[in-house]
C-alpha cells in the first residue's frame, strides 16, 4: 500500500493537469505614496516528502502576490491531484478598484482571495478524510482610511474514517496517530497579513493544504490624499488641485496641498457674488484677514460696513482703519459706539482717596480711560496743563503748594458717537515743604 501510494504522487507530479486560468492583466501601478494591496489563493497544495521533496499546486490564482490583480484559476470536472480527488478546484483574486492608482482612495476599496474545493477526498494509509465544501476567504478592506483584515475558513460536512466530524467555526485539531495530525479552520493574522486554511493535513508521506487564501499590503493603499492633492477634480468645476480656487487657501491665497475642500469659496470662485463689480481678492467683503488682507476661506462676499467703500455712520469717515467706530475691516458697524470715561491717577490712592488720601510729595499722572474719546484736556486748579487727542489720554501733575488741589478732565467724545463732553475732577493735598535748619 505505501509503495502504491507513493507511485501515485510522483505520477501525478510528473504528469500534466488541465488548468482553466483566465489571463491575467497587466500589472497595476500602485497608489500614490506606495500603498498596494497583496492577494493570493490556491486550491490545493501537495508536499511530497518521499521518494523525493515536490510540491504540486496546480490551481493558484495570482501567484506573485503583489501587486493584487483579478485572476480565477481551477478545474470545474472531477479530478485528481495526488492522494486527493475532488468534483471541482477553484482559486480567485479579485482587486476594487482592478487599476489602484487610477482612483483615490474610497471606503470599500479592497483585495479579496477565496479558494474553494467542492467534494474533496483523500485517501492516505491509515486516513480517509472527506468533505462536502472545503473554502477559505482573505480580504482587507478600507475602512476609516485604514485597511481591515476579513474572511475566514470553513469545513462542511467532515468525515474521518467513515466518523462524521462537527466542526466549529474556530480552529480544530485532530490526531490520526500513525497517520499523521489534521488541523481545520486556521487563522494566521501576521502585520499587513492574513492568511486562511480550511484543511491542512500533515503525514509521513506528504503534507496536504486545501483552500488557502492570503491577502496582505504594503504602505496604506487606503490613505486618501487631501482633495488639493489627489488630481481628482472633486467639486466638478473643471479645475483640479494647484489651477483650482478652491485649493488657494494658503498665506494670501497661495496654493495649499493640504487643503482637503476643492469647492470654492465666494472669495475664489471667479463670480461677483454680491454684485458690486468687484470680484475675489479685489472684493472688500473678502479682504478678512488679519489687518485687512485677502481671505480665500472666507466664503461670504458681501462687504461690511467698514469693508464696502461707503460713509455709512455720515460722520466724513469711510471704513477701517480711517472710521475709528470700526474695530476692523469685518465689523459689520460703521458707527461709534457710545462714549464712556473715567478719570484716575497713578498712583491709584490720590484719586481715589482725594482728600481723605496721605499728602502727596511729588509729580503723579492723571489718567482719562474710556471709548470713544475723542479729546481731553486737563487742569490743575483751573490752570490748563495739557491737551491729548489720542490715547492715551495722561498728564503728569505737579503742584508746588501745599495745600488742596484740584485736576480737572474736560473730555470730548468722537462726534457719531452721540455723547456729550464731560467735566471728570478729584481733589488732593499737597504735602508742606521740608523745612531745613542751618545754624
Request: glycine fraction near 8%; charged fraction near 20%.
Given at each position: 500500500m505505501p509503495l502504491r501510494i507513493l507511485n501515485f504522487l510522483a505520477a501525478t507530479a510528473a504528469g500534466a493537469l488541465l488548468v482553466l486560468t483566465l489571463a491575467t492583466p497587466a500589472t497595476a501601478a500602485p497608489r500614490a505614496g506606495g500603498g498596494d494591496f497583496s492577494c493570493k489563493a490556491s486550491a490545493i497544495r501537495v508536499?511530497?516528502?518521499?521518494?523525493?521533496?515536490?510540491?504540486?499546486?496546480?490551481?493558484?490564482?495570482?501567484?506573485?502576490?503583489?501587486?493584487?490583480?483579478?485572476?480565477?484559476?481551477?478545474?470545474?470536472?472531477?479530478?485528481?491531484?495526488?492522494?486527493?480527488?475532488?468534483?471541482?478546484?477553484?482559486?480567485?483574486t479579485m482587486q476594487k478598484p482592478e487599476n489602484l492608482a487610477s482612483a483615490p482612495p474610497a471606503e470599500g476599496d479592497n483585495a479579496t482571495a477565496r479558494a474553494t474545493v467542492t467534494n474533496p477526498v483523500i485517501t492516505l494509509p491509515g486516513a480517509v478524510i472527506s468533505a462536502s465544501v472545503l473554502t477559505a476567504t482573505?480580504?482587507?478592506?478600507?475602512?476609516?482610511?485604514?485597511?481591515?483584515?476579513?474572511?475566514?475558513?470553513?469545513?462542511?460536512?467532515?468525515?474521518?474514517?467513515?466518523?462524521?466530524?462537527s466542526v466549529p467555526a474556530g480552529p480544530m485539531t485532530i490526531p490520526l496517530g500513525p497517520a499523521g495530525m489534521l488541523m481545520l479552520n486556521q487563522t494566521v493574522q501576521e502585520p499587513n497579513r492574513i492568511t486562511t486554511r480550511a484543511l491542512v493535513l500533515t503525514t509521513p508521506i506528504a503534507d496536504i493544504i486545501i483552500a488557502e487564501a492570503t491577502a496582505d499590503f504594503i504602505g496604506n493603499p487606503c490613505a486618501r490624499a487631501p482633495q488639493c492633492s489627489d488630481t481628482v477634480d472633486n467639486d466638478g468645476d473643471?479645475?483640479?488641485?494647484?489651477?483650482?480656487?478652491g485649493c488657494l487657501s494658503g498665506p494670501g491665497g497661495t496654493f495649499d496641498p493640504l487643503d482637503d475642500d476643492e469647492r470654492d469659496t465666494e472669495c475664489t470662485d471667479r463670480a461677483d457674488n454680491d454684485g458690486d463689480g468687484k470680484i475675489d481678492e479685489i472684493d472688500p467683503g473678502c479682504l478678512s484677514g488679519p489687518g485687512g488682507t485677502f481671505n480665500p476661506a472666507d466664503d461670504d462676499e458681501r462687504n461690511t460696513e467698514c469693508s464696502d467703500g461707503i460713509?455709512?455712520?455720515?460722520?466724513?469717515?469711510?471704513?477701517?482703519?480711517?472710521?475709528?467706530?470700526?474695530?476692523?475691516?469685518?465689523?459689520?458697524?460703521?458707527?461709534?459706539?457710545p462714549g464712556t470715561s473715567k478719570l484716575g491717577s497713578d498712583p491709584a490712592g490720590i484719586a481715589r482717596l482725594g482728600l481723605r488720601g496721605p499728602c502727596v510729595k511729588g509729580s503723579f499722572a492723571a489718567t482719562v480711560t474710556g471709548r470713544s474719546i475723542s479729546r481731553?484736556?486737563?487742569?490743575?486748579?483751573?490752570?490748563?496743563?495739557?491737551?491729548?487727542?489720542?490715547?492715551?489720554?495722561?498728564?503728569?501733575?505737579?503742584?508746588?503748594?501745599?495745600?488742596?488741589?484740584?485736576?480737572?478732565?474736560?473730555?470730548?467724545?468722537?462726534?457719531?458717537?452721540?455723547?456729550?463732553?464731560k467735566t471728570l475732577s478729584f481733589q488732593f493735598k499737597r504735602c508742606p515743604a521740608r523745612v531745613r535748619l542751618t545754624g
Open positions: 508536499v511530497t516528502k518521499i521518494p523525493v521533496a515536490q510540491t504540486i499546486e496546480p490551481f493558484v490564482a495570482n501567484a506573485p502576490d503583489l501587486p493584487c490583480v483579478p485572476e480565477d484559476a481551477g478545474l470545474i470536472d472531477p479530478s485528481t491531484v495526488g492522494p486527493v480527488t475532488a468534483d471541482a478546484f477553484s482559486a480567485t482573505a480580504s482587507y478592506t478600507c475602512m476609516n482610511g485604514v485597511p481591515v483584515a476579513g474572511g475566514a475558513p470553513q469545513v462542511l460536512n467532515l468525515t474521518v474514517n467513515g466518523t462524521s466530524i473643471g479645475l483640479i488641485d494647484p489651477n483650482d480656487p460713509d455709512n455712520d455720515k460722520d466724513g469717515n469711510v471704513d477701517f482703519p480711517a472710521d475709528r467706530g470700526c474695530t476692523s475691516s469685518t465689523d459689520d458697524s460703521e458707527r461709534t459706539p481731553v484736556v486737563f487742569s490743575l486748579d483751573g490752570r490748563k496743563l495739557r491737551t491729548v487727542s489720542s490715547a492715551p489720554f495722561r498728564t503728569r501733575v505737579a503742584a508746588s503748594s501745599e495745600g488742596r488741589h484740584r485736576v480737572t478732565a474736560k473730555v470730548t467724545f468722537l462726534p457719531d458717537s452721540r455723547t456729550k463732553a
